[in-house]
């Protein structure tokens, strides 16, 4: 087999079908991305290989959550673009192997555009070409048709503005801000105080789409709280209906849900006395989340759901958390099933990571949110029935409709300013290196950092087991040796009453999150797979777990597949623990081995599952940031590895910061200046959504 091509050479549809071989063997791409080359060269033998070449890499792209493929950032940089070869490739050596940057450094973008003109396989918009080639950017179709169907579903939304603000009782609308808003929440932006979260709640009023966009603790669950009892008391009068409006809470996950479900139930106990008919409000406000699957009725082995354009969901106002983390096919799936009269509010971290799935929809539709871009007569209205002034530099006579219905809120109320967290998140999403060191050097006693010659540092040892805190009162709480001695010395009874033991499992499951540690990779001894191998071995040289069984007692174990039979979602974290079951037959009580997992949407169950019924399943000390979004630990810890990759950005260091609630611990490997390397480096997910 030639796998040894070069640049210069010409280069035949066989020769790239082989290519593309040896790159699947290598594993740096999926099967699945060949044979859709080949599928297409078997139906149209004419196709040009950098047609073909271009289908293999728009796939392989899709993998890595990218909507399309942008053929000038590709020329630009194939490697950081694509992330082939992979860091730690465990079939090396690869150097014999033709790479990516080689083929592609002789092609221009002239060229390539120009091969990828065929009446069969590509188009320029609407058709049915399996492939679009719009903006520059290559898409499998049904991507492409998502955004612009995303884009369609908004746009009718943002157009019902000057209808909504219209209907709205202005005069009552000022009143019940006032009376949700008494002083300014918000800090000082600059001559005058200003309150975004008064703001954000105006604006979803007027808005049947809005977005709110914040940091950890910004208040945007605070926010929506006050929304929906603002939109409660003026929207039924507004319609003429006397019923309450038809609210439904949702996050992409079941782990958001239950973050949700609690600060939604803290929320409304903390809405101001004075409202009027408090007590009807509370009541008119559901506290129960679900996630999106659930809503949308999920059908397993399908990517299609119960609920779409023809079965419409039964609701008034939809509010979605942690929106960072849906992609655009899920966006897509939840705006068709939207009845056309419901209200869609966003909320989430634009500056977070993306989701796993292909899109990043939050960043794309949110990214120009800090600089505001509100027009006069936003900012008009606004004053009118807020008595907000927004700084001028935050106006725009050419602001677009969908910044007319986005907010960020721009104080974080858990960080203060004594706090180093909430200081190294913002430099880092300054992209500052000389801030980031500023931060370190100042010495913040919620901060703390390592660097590692080797894995086999003791120091790496202090953290697993929870002897690095500098206040050592709190130090047996923030390791995982903590849940572990929660385990043991609460275990009930043999024939204690089973809700005793749903209580144990809670507890052990509360103090297992209070502790994480957080990698960038899955694969290698900087990876998931290496770190928890490492630790578990720690956890065994102290005596605190035994590794003599696969399922062991006190093992973490992460759902990385959605099981709807056991109703377990992707992301489900539980406790493998000792489960007292009596004999049918004698009667005598035994031993047996269970996964405790929390019920879901944040109720206060616990559902014992088989292990042998978990057949998707891994352990979980160390995670990957991607699967820690969603979450909050009072001590994350993120470790590196020595070198800068396409995954190591400012996007994925800042949401491992923002994991943390009171401590925040920073492992280098060999590069004390890897932090400020990676926050210069920005996520290019390719996608055209709304440019």
């Known amino acids: 087999m030639n796998t040894c091509l070069r640049s210069g050479l010409p280069l035949t549809a066989e020769d790239l079908l082989q290519l593309l071989e040896s ?48 053929l000038q950032q590709l020329l630009d940089d194939p490697y950081m673009t694509l992330s082939l070869p992979p860091e730690n490739n465990s079939n090396l050596p690869w150097e014999t192997l033709t790479t990516p940057s080689e083929i592609l450094s002789d092609i221009t973008w002239q060229h390539w555009c120009k091969k990828l003109r065929h009446p069969s396989l590509v188009s320029e918009s609407a058709g049915n070409t399996p492939l679009v080639f719009s903006g520059g950017r290559l898409y499998l179709r049904r991507y492409w048709q998502y955004e612009r169907s995303l884009e369609t579903e908004i746009g009718r939304r943002l157009a019902q503005t000057e209808a909504i603000e219209k209907s709205l009782p202005t005069e009552e609308l000022k009143q019940l801000l006032s009376l949700l808003f008494p002083q300014s929440a918000e800090c000082n932006d600059g001559p005058e105080k200003t309150d975004w979260q008064k703001i954000a709640c105006a604006l979803a009023a007027r808005n049947a789409f809005s977005m709110i966009t914040g940091g950890p603790g910004t208040g945007k669950t605070t926010t929506v709280v006050r929304l929906l009892a603002l939109l409660q008391s003026v929207t039924p009068k507004t319609n003429g209906n006397s019923h309450p409006l038809r609210i439904c809470l949702a996050a992409p996950t079941g782990k958001a849900a239950a973050r949700l479900r609690e600060s939604i139930s803290s929320a409304i106990h903390q809405l101001p006395s004075n409202l009027f008919g408090q007590q009807e409000l509370r009541d008119a406000i559901p506290s129960k989340v679900i996630t999106l699957h659930r809503l949308l009725g999920s059908r397993p082995d399908s990517r299609m759901f119960r609920h779409n354009a023809r079965n419409s969901l039964a609701l008034d106002v939809l509010i979605v958390d942690e929106a960072s983390m849906m992609d655009l096919e899920m966006m897509a799936a939840v705006m068709s ?89 913002e430099a880092v999403n300054s992209g500052d290196p000389k801030q980031i060191e500023h931060v370190w050097d100042t010495g913040y006693p919620d901060l703390q950092k390592h660097d590692l010659k080797t894995l086999l540092d003791p120091t ?61 990779l899955r694969n290698g001894p900087y990876g998931v797979f290496g770190l928890n191998q490492r630790i578990q071995e720690s956890l065994a040289r102290n005596g605190l777990i035994n590794l003599s069984s696969n399922w062991y007692h006190g093992r973490p174990v992460l759902v990385t597949r959605n099981n709807y039979q056991l109703g377990l979602m992707n992301g489900d974290i539980g406790i493998t623990l000792r489960y007292p079951q009596r004999d049918k037959n004698n009667g005598e009580i035994r031993w047996v081995t269970r996964v405790a997992f929390p019920k879901s949407e944040g109720t206060n169950g616990t559902h014992w599952v088989l292990p042998g019924r978990l057949s998707s399943v891994e352990t979980v000390y160390a995670m990957t940031v991607h699967k820690s979004q969603g979450s909050e ?57 709304f440019l």
């Open 23 to 70: 790159w699947v063997e290598k594993n740096w791409l999926r099967e699945i991305d060949l044979a859709l080359a080949r599928f297409f060269w078997n139906e149209a033998p004419d196709a040009d290989p950098l047609l073909l070449l271009g289908t293999a890499l728009a796939s392989h792209q899709l993998g890595r959550g990218h909507v399309c493929i942008d």
């Open 337 to 425: 099933a939207l009845p056309d009269h419901a209200r869609l509010v966003l909320l989430g971290d634009k500056d977070q990571l993306a989701s796993v799935e292909a899109g990043s929809m939050l960043g794309e539709l949110c990214r120009h949110a800090h600089e505001g871009h509100y027009t006069k007569a936003t900012l008009s209205w606004l004053h009118n029935v807020t008595g907000e002034k927004i700084d001028t530099h935050l106006s725009d006579p050419e602001g677009t409709p969908l910044n007319q219905s986005t907010v960020m809120l721009r104080h974080s109320h858990r960080f203060s300013s004594a706090s180093g967290i909430g200081r190294l998140a």
């Open 460 to 520: 790496l040892d202090s953290l697993i087991l929870g002897c690095a805190q500098p206040d050592s009162s709190t130090a047996q709480q923030q390791g995982y040796a903590h849940y572990l001695q929660v385990m043991s010395t609460s275990h009930p009874a043999m024939d204690a009453n089973l809700s005793e033991y749903d209580e144990w499992a809670r507890r052990v499951t509360r103090a297992y999150g209070r502790f994480q540690i957080l990698c960038a």
């Open 633 to 689: 630990f009072d001590h994350a810890v993120l470790l590196l590895p020595p070198r800068v990759g396409p995954v190591i950005t400012r996007e994925l260091v800042y949401t491992g910061i923002t994991r943390a609630k009171k401590w925040f611990t920073f492992v280098s490997t060999g590069n004390p200046r890897i932090m400020s390397e990676a926050a210069t480096r920005t996520v290019q997910r390719s996608g055209g959504l």
